[in-house]
């Protein structure tokens, strides 16, 4: 069973900082694509990051998150972070994690190309 699981949501003040993690079990780890996406209340789901496996390498941040966001992973841990800096009240939502396999998506996986997702971790930015 695969099972995608989130994890360092929670409140924090503006121009604060948080950690995800997100942590992958039952994939081939270095076959797929992790992505992070959120939604904030009565809005669209929103792709906001992501790491490509280690074969293909790289990775991608919506305009909206680059140069606070950085995404990492730890491969011996089946683990990707999300470090979140200088967050912003629109930055609260709750963040999901997902999985897309390589060549299943074109330049970055959408929400539809992700074959497994996390629960989903809240993250509130108070201002």
């Known amino acids: 069973e695969v099972q995608l699981v989130e994890s360092g949501g929670g409140l924090v003040q503006a121009g604060g900082s948080l950690r995800l993690s997100c942590a992958a079990s039952?994939?081939?780890?270095?076959?797929?694509?992790i992505a992070w996406f959120r939604q904030a209340p009565g809005k669209e789901r929103e792709g906001i990051s992501c790491?490509?496996?280690?074969?293909?390498?790289?990775?991608y941040y919506a305009d909206s998150v680059k140069g606070r966001f950085t995404i990492s992973s730890d491969n011996a841990k089946n683990t990707v972070y999300l470090q979140m800096n200088n967050l912003k009240p629109e930055d609260t939502a709750v963040y999901y994690c997902a999985a897309a396999l390589e060549g299943d998506y074109n330049d970055y996986p959408m929400s539809h190309d992700c074959d497994y997702w996390g629960q989903g971790t809240l993250v509130t930015v108070s201002s």
């Open positions: 790491i490509f496996s280690s074969a293909n390498g790289g990775t």
């Open positions: 039952g994939l081939t780890f270095d076959e797929y694509a």
